[in-house]
């Protein structure tokens, strides 16, 4: 069965850049079928996609976060990465990894857990 | 891009109710739409894509309906179990994803 788990800091300082990865098990991230997302959830903002990548490499991320956003993929460790550059206290919020299914056009139907990152000085 | 917007923002119901949530799309996105549902402290869990489709898993009491920019979500008869948040999200290929501001069906 299919996991994804992110890790990362917790505690990120305003202005710098926030680092996360998460860890797919159960699955091979280079399967062709699928794409893997970073998706965050604030009180204020609600639930907002940040990005996807493809086993490949290509990347696609929302245009109002475009310019601040990198994400990798690491097929030897079975991960995918976030970075987030300039961070400030709006960007505090839970951060989830999910998969979906471009092959048979499925939306997230396997998230992580979410890791709670906090912009604080 | 494209704006989602759910009524009521929060449903309260009985155990046994039957009850619709609505999602609207500022535009037409076929039926290339979802919902999920999110409890406390937790992920949000697919339950329709498609906008009819059923998640594997996903008990019959759920159902979806809808094309264009009007969709529904109904719950045949509620389960304790399904008292949560519920959210819409448009997969529109050409447009960033972006979701509803959430439904709370709360306990009456």
């Known amino acids: 069965q299919l996991q994804l788990q992110e890790s990362g800091p917790g505690l990120v300082k305003p202005s710098e850049t926030l680092s996360l990865a998460c860890s797919v098990s159960?699955?091979?991230?280079?399967?062709?079928?699928?794409?893997w997302d970073w998706i965050r959830q604030s009180p204020g903002r609600g639930l907002e996609w940040i990005g996807s990548?493809?086993?490949?490499?290509?990347?696609y991320y929302n245009p109002a976060l475009k310019s601040r956003v990198t994400i990798s993929v690491d097929t030897s460790q079975n991960q995918f990465s976030l970075n987030l550059s300039s961070v400030t206290a709006a960007d505090t919020a839970v951060y989830y990894c999910?998969?979906?299914?471009?092959?048979?056009?499925?939306?997230?139907?396997?998230w992580g857990q979410g890791t709670l990152v906090t912009v604080s000085s | 891009d494209i704006q989602m917007t759910q009524s009521p923002s929060t449903l309260s119901a009985s155990v046994g109710d039957r009850i619709s949530i609505t999602c609207r799309a500022s535009?037409?996105?076929?039926?290339?739409l979802a919902w999920y549902q999110q409890k406390p402290g937790k992920a949000p869990k697919l339950l329709i894509y498609?906008?009819?489709t059923l998640e594997s898993g996903v008990p019959s009491r759920f159902s979806g309906s809808g094309s264009g920019t009007e969709f529904n979500l109904t719950i045949g008869s509620l389960q304790p179990d399904d008292f949560a948040t519920y959210y819409c999200?448009?997969?529109?290929?050409?447009?960033?994803?972006?979701f509803g501001q959430g439904t709370k069906l709360d306990i009456k």
């Open positions: 999910a998969r979906r299914d471009g092959f048979k056009n499925i939306p997230f139907n396997c």
């Open positions: 159960g699955g091979s991230i280079s399967n062709n079928n699928y794409y």
């Open positions: 990548i493809y086993f490949s490499g290509r990347t």
């Open positions: 535009q037409s996105i076929s039926r290339w």
């Open positions: 498609k906008a009819s």
């Open positions: 999200q448009h997969y529109n290929g050409f447009s960033p994803y972006t």
